[in-house]
């Protein structure tokens, strides 16, 4: 059996969202079965095996909650305490608490936006895949549980010491070629963004922006009026051509130059 199984990645999971108050046993049980069940039963039938690794798919709402999902934060928790006791026993075990993924996940354009808020920003598959081989091929350097969720820095609070620790540079943290800070992975993302900000802005200051316009200046409080903004957002839709579709509002959605370069960079 053990040249059959190298490896193991559970990453089953479902959804059954809803304030607490309406939450009942059933609700807890449907979300339990797949990720937590699975993961105990897979964990009894391989504990006498020699593996290179057992990855838990967790989530972010484990760690930081998420609204409407108290079952499934319950449920990731576990997860996460059954990778800390693999771990301490000298098993492979990892539980990745993953942000939301921009494609084939579980979260829907009204998550994004809510996460957007509070600066996190979704996860592309092709990266979340890069992350996954990074930290599977790295398991003696990280922790047992580990977050993987890119962060706006511009969007975090300020005032949270937590915060404040995990936007610190993985450079300056690292324990294996500049991958892992304690128990976080950053995906920095600022200097794409800045790009695509100062692409955005001198295109705004071609069609009558006011010089003073900044970053996060809103696009009319730089001078834009509605003609200007149609214009800007159909020249912008054809120098995207077919990668990025762009909806009349978006310059009503994304406020300011910051705001959709931070849409562009993610999509």
Not at 54 to 67: D, K, L, T, W
């Amino acid at each position: 059996m053990d040249a059959l199984i190298q490896g193991i990645i559970h990453a089953a999971g479902v959804l059954y969202d809803n304030i607490i108050p309406n939450l009942d046993e059933s609700s807890f049980k449907d979300v339990f079965a797949p990720k937590v069940n699975g993961a105990l039963h897979l964990d009894n039938l391989v504990r006498n095996i020699s593996l290179e690794f057992f990855v838990m798919f967790s989530s972010v709402a484990s760690g930081f909650g998420s609204p409407g999902q108290a079952n499934y934060g319950a449920a990731n928790s576990v997860l996460d305490e059954l990778a800390n006791n693999g771990r301490k026993m000298g098993h492979p075990y990892l539980s990745i608490r993953w942000g939301a993924w921009k494609e084939g996940g579980m979260a829907n354009d009204e998550t994004f936006k809510r996460l957007g808020r509070t600066g996190m920003l979704p996860l592309r598959p092709e990266r979340g895949l890069t992350i996954l081989l990074d930290l599977v091929s790295h398991l003696e350097v990280s922790k047992a549980v580990v977050t993987v969720c890119p962060l706006d820095k511009n969007k975090l609070p300020q005032d949270v010491s937590l915060f404040e620790h995990l936007v610190k540079s993985y450079s300056d943290n690292s324990k294996s070629n500049g991958i892992f800070t304690d128990d976080f992975y950053i995906q920095d993302s600022d200097t794409q963004i800045s790009n695509i900000v100062t692409m955005l802005l001198n295109l705004a200051l071609e069609l009558g922006a006011s010089d003073s316009i900044q970053p996060n200046t809103p696009w009319r409080d730089a001078g834009l009026d509605s003609l200007s903004m149609v214009e800007f957002r159909n020249i912008l839709s054809r120098q995207l051509g077919d990668k990025i579709k762009l909806s009349d509002s978006i310059l009503v959605d994304y406020h300011n130059s910051f705001e959709l370069a931070s849409y562009i960079e993610n999509n």
